[in-house]
């Protein structure tokens, strides 16, 4: 194949996780409903969540506003490992080693227990042991994965400091986590979520949440129906946290995007998952299909909305792929947003200290597979028992640490930056847009961002997100108007793909005028 051929990307992008899985059909929320735990958002959080909790025999719903496990879930790399990059050595110097130790074995538990469950339920998930490896091939990160690895050793993890590592090129320094994993998470979680039904609780798509009212002793959670979930406990799982009242969330968390290609390549995969602690990253592991073996080549990160041609990402991953291997056929290409905090680790607990019955799981960084199961099981057990053994690290009230202060100010500054950048830039001139382009327009001095589909139809929306005010720009690689500033996400028609927004775009109906305007400009 071609490379540049293969650069052409014509079709739009697919997640193999997601078309390899048929499609979920849970009800809209139609009527008012009582529950004990109300869980927002029916990713691999919310479903696992209400997986223990009902086994504890808690009444449970998930409410979700698309469908179940297509957001970040349907569009991982879907490695389930205890190895989040340089991760121990750095809770070490900045919170302590009982933080680390806590870390390390909230991970290294939620690998066993998603191969328990897997066992316990005969679930066929493509469940694969690996061993994980950080690399580098600079001189100057020896030192730093040395550290880890000693460190990582010390607290429990197996753990090796490597000089070479299975890839075909030369390396300067590794460290090997041994006894990790590998999965199909939607084969795994769906036979979860339908025995979360089966077990009494209930889930529900299309329905999304877009108020909670404390009401005394209870929440009251309000879908876009208008439909009412009365809880006495309520867990907001929705990725970005869809409730802006308290807690300053979106002062403490910044989205980033990264790029999947799923590759077949004439030479075999060695085996083991990559990546690299250079920037930007890159990450490697397999996955068996009905098609034969494909390798799944990650990376490219940004910030939500502030990237290059977004399309670049997903041709320098192919490039890189056809330095390592020989690439005959993409058959796949998925992209994932994910959202990091101030200190590179996750929010997991009460949404705040005063709020006893209200909480969080949110800013698993680019480690959600694990991460998310530790939190399923500190929610359960915060729920059911008032404590868990992992609560301290993840505590979203946990103070400030020193290193962190800074970034809260760069992001926030970054906020502000993009959020009166967009209200002062100049508007460009009318300008024609062909067939699958985006563009930001002019209409009556006004800004607003034009798409025309493949059919030739011209789709115009006001690009001024429904968040909190930031104007939107165009994702060319998903066709999508994206938020710089905290990351809501939405098509060309102005429906809302992710959150925190939670109403759509606004549609200009005078589209026939704009586009005579467009072809005639006058």
Known sequence: MNIEKQKNFTKPPQSYWMASVQKTD?????????????????????????????????????????????????????????????????????????????????????????????????????????????????????????????FAASIGIKAAYLDEIPLPFPIKAAVRFDKQAQFHPLKFLLPLAKEVTESGGQIFEQSRIVDIEDDYNNYVLITNQGKKVTAEKVIIASHYPCYNKAGLYFTRIYPERSYVVAVKAKESYPGGMYITIEDPGRSLRSQRTDGGEVILVGGEHHKTGQGVDTIKHYEALVDFANEIFTVEDIPYRWSTQDCMTLDGLPYVGHFKSDTPNLYIATGYGKWGMTNSIASAMILKDLIVNGKSPWQDVYNPSRQTIASSAKTFVVENFNVAEKLIEGKISDLPDNTEIKPGEGKIIQVNGQRAGAYRDHQGTLHVVDTTCTHMGCELYWNSAEKSWDCPCHGSRFTYEGDIIEGPAVKPLDIHNDVNTIEKLLKDNF
Do not use: W
Not at 88 to 99: H, L, P
């Open 26 to 150: 849970y009800p809209v929320l139609e009527d008012d409903i009582k529950v004990d735990v109300a869980i927002i958002g029916g990713g691999i959080t919310g479903i696992t969540s209400a997986y223990f909790l009902t086994k504890e025999g808690a009444k449970v719903a998930v409410i979700e506003a698309d469908r179940i496990l297509q957001g970040t879930t349907g569009h991982t790399t879907a490695k389930i490992t205890s190895q989040h990059e340089l991760i121990y050595s750095k809770i070490n110097k900045q919170m302590g080693r009982e933080f680390a130790e806590q870390y390390a074995d909230a991970n290294e538990t939620a690998i066993r227990m998603i191969e328990k469950i897997a066992n316990e339920n005969n679930i066929e998930c493509d469940f694969v042991t690996q061993s994980a490896y950080v690399y580098t091939q600079q001189d100057k990160y020896i030192e730093k994965i040395k550290d880890e690895a000693e």
